[in-house]
T-cell receptor, first 114, second 115 residues
Framework: AQSVAQPEDQVNVAEGNPLTVKCTYSVSGNPYLFWYVQYPNRGLQFLLKYITGDNLVKGSYGFEAEFNKSQTSFHLKKPSALVSDSALYFCAVRDGANAGKSTFGDGTTLTVKP | GAGVSQSPRYKVAKRGQDVALRCDPISGHVSLFWYQQALGQGPEFLTYFQNEAQLDKSGLPSDRFFAERPEGSVSTLKIQRTQQEDSAVYLC?????????????FGDGTRLSIL
């Protein structure tokens, strides 16, 4: 079985400040980890992924995420938040041996205030 | 460029009616996925196709749910004898290959409301 936890329903930050959106996971095999963003009434858009290699991965729109195997975490970060980053963020995990099923967290709403 | 297209965007049906939801994946994408997203929750996996083969249907909630992709391109999710708990957004996603390290490209979903 695989699972994802996003412990914060809501994250509020001021524009220009760094942001972190937390994610922890559980999977039996090698974890393939993904972050997606969702805007109202739209589908999910891919931001970044960790498959193997460097624990710090960089993605779209200045976002990055750090894979920590010992803590089974994959937190999303950005050094300087923009108001336009306000959206719903989802973390997802796949077992590396299974090309099918992805398991998503329940999402974290990020609000960046001017 | 053309993304994943889902139709209809909104569907209202009476309890007990059958509905069919369509997904047009990105051209050439081998893998196709269906998810159910309830309000305030993340997407829940329903089923997965690689070309025309349905490789995993473990997430389908009951035998009232049926999905097909007969020619390995367009897919249809059918729900028979709909119930109120079927109300949700149904998301379709596709990815280029059949391996797990590739991101999924999502459509905008079909919002299904059962009265």
């Amino acid at each position: 079985a695989q699972s994802v936890a996003q412990p914060e329903d809501q994250v509020n930050v001021a524009e220009g400040n760094p942001l972190t959106v937390k994610c922890t996971y559980s999977v039996s095999g090698n974890p393939y980890l993904f972050w997606y963003v969702q805007y109202p009434n739209r589908g999910l858009q891919f931001l970044l992924k960790y498959i193997t290699g460097d624990n710090l991965v960089k993605g779209s729109y200045g976002f990055e995420a750090e894979f920590n195997k010992s803590q089974t975490s994959f937190h999303l970060k950005k050094p300087s938040a923009l108001v336009s980053d306000s959206a719903l963020y989802f973390c997802a995990v796949r077992d590396g041996a299974n090309a099918g099923k992805s398991t998503f967290g329940d999402g974290t709403t990020l609000t960046v205030k001017p | 460029g053309a993304g994943v297209s889902q139709s209809p965007r909104y569907k209202v049906a009476k309890r007990g009616q059958d509905v069919a939801l369509r997904c047009d994946p990105i051209s050439g994408h081998v893998s196709l996925f269906w998810y159910q997203q309830a309000l305030g929750q993340g997407p829940e996996f329903l089923t997965y196709f690689q070309n025309e083969a349905q490789l995993d249907k473990s997430g389908l909630p009951s035998d009232r749910f049926f999905a097909e992709r007969p020619e390995g391109s367009v897919s249809t999710l059918k729900i028979q004898r709909t119930q109120q708990e079927d109300s949700a957004v149904y998301l379709c996603a596709s990815s280029l290959g059949g391996i797990s390290n590739q991101p999924q490209h999502f459509g905008d979903g079909t919002r299904l409301s059962i009265l």
